[in-house]
Every structure is written in C-alpha cells, then in structure tokens.
C-alpha cells in the first residue's frame, strides 16, 4: 500500500515561511502605541534589599511605569514545579539574574536610561557557590522559611546493596563532576503582551508550553486564569530553556499597568545571566562487578547545584539518580540524591533533564570495569543491556 | 541623538531613510525599513543571525554603523525569494530538512548566497569556511552544508535561475 505520509521525507509544514524571513517571532511583533519593557537586575548574588527609590526614573520623559515588588496585583511568586521564585525582589535577592524592577517606555534607549536611573541599597550576605557550602552547618539560608539549602533528598533503593558487594570480584569507585550550561537557543527570550476593554491578557512568547505560563502568569496579575492567553510565536530554540516564565510575567505586569501592548525582549547577556541553566553535578559512583563482567551492584550519590531557585530541578535531580544505572540490569542498587540551593543562576530543564549527567557517570564507569576485567567496552555493555 | 539621512539601495529599490547616527545597520533594518527577516541573536557578531549582505559581502549587521551603509547596496532575505517563488538556496534549505526553529535561517542563507555569488561551485569545504560565522543550535549543519552544495549544482545544472 503506497502510504503519502508514512516512510516518506516531508518537508517542515513552516520550513518555507522561515527560509524566506516570513516567520514571525514574538520580537518581530509590533502593535500601535506599542512600549518597551526591561528589567533592572540585581548587582548581587546574594543580599538584602535596604530600600529602591524610583523617582528619578519615573520623571524621565517617555517613562510610562516602573513598577517594584509592591505594585504587583497578585502573589509576587511564580516557578515551574515550586513557587519560590520572585517576579520582583522584594527584600532580598539570591541570584544576579533577580529583577528588582520593571520599566515600560516609549523606546528601548529610554527604558534601558530609566533603569540606570533607579536607585538600590543592599546590605550584601554571605553567598553560597557551591554544592558543600549550602550543606555546611550554619550556612547563610537562601530561603530563610525553608530552615535548611536541602531542596529535596531522595532515595532508590533494589535488592540488598551489602549482598550485591559481596558478590562483586571487582569495584570502581569515582567520584563525577559535570558544569553548568547554557542552553544558548538563538532566539532570547521575548514577549509581547495586550490587554483588551475588558481586561483580558493576551501574550505572545516565544515558550515552551503555552497552558504551564498562564497558570503562573493570571496569579500574579490577579485575575483568574481564564483571562489569560498565551499564544506560542514562532520559536528561536528553546531546549528546555524556555520550560520556565521567562519575559511572560514581566511583560503581562507591564500591559496591565500601562494598558499599552508591551514588548519585553531580553538581551543575550541578560539571557545569560537570568534563564535556567543545566544543573551542574557532583556524582560519586561504586559500582560492582563479577569476573565475568555482570554488573551485581550500584551505589551512589548525586548532588545537584539548583542555583537560587527550583524551577523543577528537584525531579530533574531525582531523575538523575533513577538513571544513575544506565541502561543496564544491577540487581543491587542505593542511590541518594540531594538537590541543593545555591546562589548560583537557577538551574532547570535542559535537554536530558539530569540524565546526561548520569550517562557521564555511569558510562565512564563501564569503560573502568571493563579496562579492570579485561573485555572489551562492547562486550561487557552488550552483556549487561 | 541626531538623524542622519541615508541614501542606499535596498533589495535592488532606490531607498532613502532617516536614521540616529548612533544606531547599527540592523536596527536600520529591522526598525526604520520594517524588515524582520534579520535577527538578533547576541548583538555582538558571534551569531550571524543578523547576516545581510552589503555592496556583495556578507556582513554581521549587528556590527555596521547604519551611517556606513549610504550609498551601499544592500540585500535582506526579503531581497532573494518569495514563498511561491523561492530562490534556490532557500528551496534547497527546506528541501535537506536544513531548518529547524528558523531564527538562524536567514543569515544562513544570504551567507550561502555572497558565497555562491561570488564563487558558484564551491567544495565542502569552502562552503563550511563562508558559513563558519553563522551559529545554528538546533544543530542542523550537516544538513545545511548538503542544501548549499545542492543549491550550487542545481544552479550550476541551469534548472535554477538566480
């Protein structure tokens, strides 16, 4: 049977559109009396905020709004899986990325001038850049409600990792570190908000998931979430790293102030230092083996840098540790995970959500058992698939 | 900041405009004449999405003064084919699966162009140096060095017409 589709090349239903310029991206967007909408970004990783003084900015002509934490209608939180991240600091900041305030202006010169123009005191804190400074007793807390920098800690557990060692011929053992990492889409993160007679918000964004942004959007506008809309534009990259509210919120607080159509487009530094980040990791490994090469036991640990905020790395690192095995059969398995507060850039999804990390490990693992025992990395792979 | 008026030549139109004597070409572009086909991927000329072509160079117009385009001329990705009417490159994009999210295809395209248009049978590998200044993080290059060098045989073969 001669099937049309099935088993044939077809081409990209937009691949035309955008090989002649014609694709609209959310940047490409403009609307009469449109404004342009920035944030103005923490100078700290860490610290409190004494006090924001915006009167300068605000008589800056061509300024329509600046906007703090206390101009925010609805909550003033938003995250993927947790809400622990601020749309605007209020009185501290955890990462340099944190925006403090928000500016809509007739052009983007004087909204970039306005944001020069406002004035933050901070009592810097103590900062935590790494994984065993988080969990040091008497750490600086990052969220001081939380009592601890311990997001989550996990366990998988199999069989009876005593047993599983005492039948190993042989073990390797090491300890895994993978880096941060941008996701570098080449499209940065952009949104173009409207609000209509009758105060419904409507917002193109270059995301990821359209219906998971309303629901973080319309709470912090203070409307239910029927009012909002979100409509994916044409999307520059995202892989992962547009999972999460990135210009959405800012621009929606913008519109419902201004009642103008507001474009918020980020700068590739801001980018940089704002958007989710692949967690980095510390993975230590033991992994047991027989002389003829069958794996019998895993045991390990994987410690995540979650940066300032969840996003939803709590099951990005829990992911981590249910794949810590690979694609193998160990009949005797304990891991452990911990995702750990930092104030680092958040981290977040990114393709492989914590597997990569564990591929790392677990992989250079077998290459080591193989090496020990003499076979081939085929070989001792294909025997425990 | 004062206005500079600018005479150029625009995907082959006689155009005047009017622009901030601080600001770049691709702002020119995207602002003043309303041409979105250009991006701005890092505004710093490590991407090439921003790739126009200037009096037959392919330049990052993120890092052109719009002033130093008077009397130039210059060619957008709106310049070369429409959807009912593609240029070859963009046909040969579309056809090798070569575009996935978009946002680089353009600079990607009028890169191959200056290359083709300035040496029309090109090997594999002059064909990665001309591109080596557009970034794609979709990740598609294997595929889009197939459709330039499927693009230059089918001009070369006389079915395309530029």
């Known amino acids: 049977m001669g099937l049309k589709t099935v088993g044939q090349r077809v081409p990209r239903v937009d691949g035309l559109t955008k090989a002649v310029g014609q694709a609209v991206y959310a940047g490409d967007m403009e609307m009469p009396g449109m404004l342009y909408g920035k944030a103005l970004r923490s100078a700290y990783a860490h610290a409190k905020i004494l006090s924001i003084d915006t009167s300068s900015a605000e008589k800056i002509p061509g300024v329509h709004v600046v906007l703090t934490a206390k101009d925010i209608p609805g909550i003033n939180k938003f995250g993927l899986a947790i809400l622990d991240q601020p749309v605007l600091a209020a009185d501290k900041v955890r990462m340099r990325g944190d925006a403090i305030a928000l500016v809509a202006a007739e052009s983007g010169d004087i909204a970039e001038e306005a944001l020069q123009a406002i004035k933050v005191s901070y009592e810097e804190l103590p900062g935590i850049y790494t994984i065993e400074a988080g969990l040091a007793d008497n750490a600086p807390l990052i969220h001081e409600e939380m009592g601890t920098n311990l997001l989550q800690h996990t366990k998988v557990r199999k069989g009876n990792i005593q047993e599983g060692f005492a039948r190993a011929d042989v073990v390797v053992e090491n300890t895994y570190y993978t880096q941060r990492a941008e996701h570098a889409y080449l499209e940065p993160e952009t949104s173009l908000a409207t609000i209509d007679v009758s105060g419904n918000v409507t917002i193109w964004t270059s995301t990821q998931y359209v219906f998971r942004d309303r629901r973080q959007i319309a709470p912090v506008l203070g409307i239910p979430t029927n009012r909002v809309r979100v409509i994916q534009a044409a999307t520059g990259g995202a892989f992962g790293g547009k999972d999460d509210i990135t210009t959405e919120i800012q621009a929606g607080l913008l519109a419902l102030k201004t009642k103008r159509p507001v474009r918020v487009t980020w700068s590739r530094a801001e980018s940089m230092v704002c958007s989710t980040k692949r967690h980095p990791m510390k993975i230590w490994c033991k992994t047991g083996a027989t002389k003829d090469g069958r794996l019998v036991a895993l045991e390990g640990t994987v410690y995540s840098d979650k940066g300032a905020y969840c996003s939803i790395g709590h099951f990005i690192t829990k992911k981590a540790g249910l794949h810590l095995s690979g694609p193998y059969h160990i009949p005797h398995i304990s891991v452990d995970t911990f995702a750990v507060y930092t104030n680092n850039t958040v981290s977040g999804p990114f393709r492989g959500f914590g597997i990569l990390q564990s591929a790392l490990a677990h992989e250079s693992q077998m290459d080591m058992l193989a090496e020990r025992l003499g076979m081939s990395p085929w070989e001792i792979r294909m025997l425990n698939a | ?162």
Not at chain 2, 103 to 117: Q, R, V
Not at chain 2, 148 to 153: D, E, F, H, L, T
């Open chain 2, 1 to 162: 900041m004062a206005l500079i008026a600018l005479d150029l030549t625009v995907n082959g139109k006689q155009t005047q405009v009017q622009v901030e004597e601080d600001k770049n070409l691709l702002y020119l572009i995207r602002e003043v004449l309303g041409l979105k086909g250009a991006k701005e991927g890092c505004g710093e000329g490590d991407c090439g999405a921003c790739t126009v072509i200037l009096d037959g160079k392919a330049v990052n117009s993120c890092l052109v003064l719009a002033v130093q385009a008077q009397g130039k001329e210059l060619v957008t990705i709106e310049g070369l084919g429409r959807p009912d009417n593609p240029h070859p490159l963009q046909r040969a994009f579309v056809e090798e699966g070569a575009i996935q999210c978009g946002y680089c295809t353009p600079g990607m395209i009028l890169s191959a162009k200056a290359l083709l248009d300035y040496n029309p049978s090109p090997t594999g590998s002059e064909i990665r140096t001309a591109m080596s200044g557009n970034l794609c993080r979709c990740t598609g290059y294997q595929k889009i060095i197939r459709a330039v060098q499927k693009a230059s045989n089918s001009m070369a073969e006389g079915k395309e017409v530029l």
